[in-house]
């Protein structure tokens, strides 16, 4: 019982994400690693909740919309996820853009 190792946060994600990127079960990618497969499972369950409680103000940018006329579709791009749509001009910067994909 001694020789347990303690692991920090980043540690644990970095388990999490190389099991789940690994195509190995739980148990299989536990057995290699030396770990507990009930005690992998619980911190990624705490780990997951604890990233759900991130506050907005952390997981989103601010977009503060203008003010404008509609924009014909054949001079917009079009952004479409299940019921979300975001339109905007061929002109937005691109860099703006890029910025807003990546945030999500």
């Known amino acids: 019982m001694g020789n347990r190792k303690r692991r920090s946060r980043a540690q644990w994600q ?3 994400s190389d099991q789940a990127q690994s195509g190995l079960g739980v148990a299989e990618f536990c057995k290699q690693h030396g ?3 009930k005690y992998f499972y619980r911190k990624r369950r705490l780990l997951q909740d604890a990233k759900a409680l ?3 103000s952390e997981s989103f940018i601010r977009v503060s919309p203008e003010r404008s ?3 014909p579709v054949e001079n ?3 952004l479409q996820h299940r019921e979300s749509r975001l339109q905007m001009p061929v002109t937005t910067d691109p860099a703006w853009l890029a910025r807003l994909l990546q945030s999500l």
């Open 14 to 16: 970095s388990l999490i």
């Open 35 to 37: 770990l507990g497969a």
């Open 54 to 56: 991130v506050p907005a």
């Open 69 to 71: 006329p509609s924009v």
């Open 76 to 78: 917009s791009v079009v």
